[in-house]
């Protein structure tokens, strides 16, 4: 079992008005375990900032398959750093967009590079990066 150490936070009423509202809003159990979320979150924003940091992250693009030549492009793109995505999933949106989901493991500098990379190819139409520390979390 994991200890608990109790502590007390003070804040002001308007604050912990929007605490109150987060907690029902989101569904948490208690205000412990929003604050506990929002510091877990702090933390792997600020491990994150740092290139050298072991990380795991989502890449999101989406992109029409009928501009020529582009789905070869991101399948070359993705070859080329085969050592940084673990996996790729294609989905169909509608008879002309794709979004492609780009699951990776690396350095978080290498990762914020690759989602550089893929974003700026000719005719992706949006890009988007999720990233999270892999270091052990409480």
Request: glycine share 8%; hydrophobic share 40%; proline share 2%.
């Amino acid at each position: 079992m994991v200890k608990i150490t109790r502590i007390g936070v003070s804040m002001e009423p308007d604050l912990l008005a929007d605490l109150d509202r987060l907690v029902r809003s989101r569904g948490y159990p208690s205000r412990s375990e929003a604050i506990r979320d929002l510091v877990r979150e702090r933390l792997n924003a600020d491990a994150i900032q740092n290139p050298q940091e072991m990380a795991i992250g989502s890449i999101a693009i989406m992109y029409s398959h009928h501009d020529r030549g582009l789905s070869e492009k991101i399948t070359e793109f993705q070859h080329h750093h085969h050592d940084l995505i673990i996996s790729t999933t294609h989905i169909h949106l509608d008879e002309e967009r794709c979004l492609e989901l780009l699951v990776c493991r690396g350095l978080a500098g290498d990762i914020r590079s690759l989602s550089d990379g893929v974003g700026a190819i000719k005719g992706v139409r949006h890009g988007g990066l999720s990233l999270a520390s892999i270091a052990k979390q409480k």
